[in-house]
């Protein structure tokens, strides 16, 4: 199992310990300014109902992106970082 896998596998226990599902969660996401990176994580979550907002950074070279979304349970908590995994630059937090 390598170290992502083992992330997830780790997130979805303490999810489940630790939440009742259906729950509102909390995505936390730095991304350059490099390219369209805000408007791609914003395109995962547009048509789901998701609270979007962002702040630019003092320096104006990384947006702070925050989701807020209804999800039903830990597998959707997961399957939506794996969703934006791919995009260039990406922290999660």
């Known amino acids: 199992m390598d170290k992502?896998?083992?992330?997830y596998k780790d997130l979805k226990?303490?999810?489940?310990?630790?939440?009742?599902?259906p729950?509102?969660?909390l995505y936390k996401f730095i991304v350059p300014?490099?390219?369209n990176q805000v408007?791609?994580?914003?395109?995962?979550?547009?048509?789901?109902?998701?609270k979007?907002?962002?702040r630019a950074s003092k320096?104006?070279?990384?947006?702070?992106?925050?989701?807020?979304?209804?999800?039903?349970?830990a597998d959707?908590?997961?399957a939506y970082y794996h969703l934006v995994e791919g995009i260039e630059g990406l922290i999660s937090l």
Not at 4 to 7: I, L, P, S
């Open 23 to 25: 729950s509102d969660y």
């Open 59 to 73: 320096t104006g070279k990384y947006v702070s992106v925050s989701v807020l979304i209804k999800v039903k349970n």
């Open 33 to 35: 300014t490099t390219k």
């Open 13 to 21: 226990i303490k999810l489940e310990d630790n939440t009742k599902f």
């Open 4 to 7: 992502k896998e083992k992330f």
């Open 52 to 54: 979007i907002s962002t």
């Open 39 to 50: 408007e791609e994580v914003e395109s995962f979550f547009k048509d789901k109902k998701a």
């Open 76 to 78: 959707e908590v997961i």
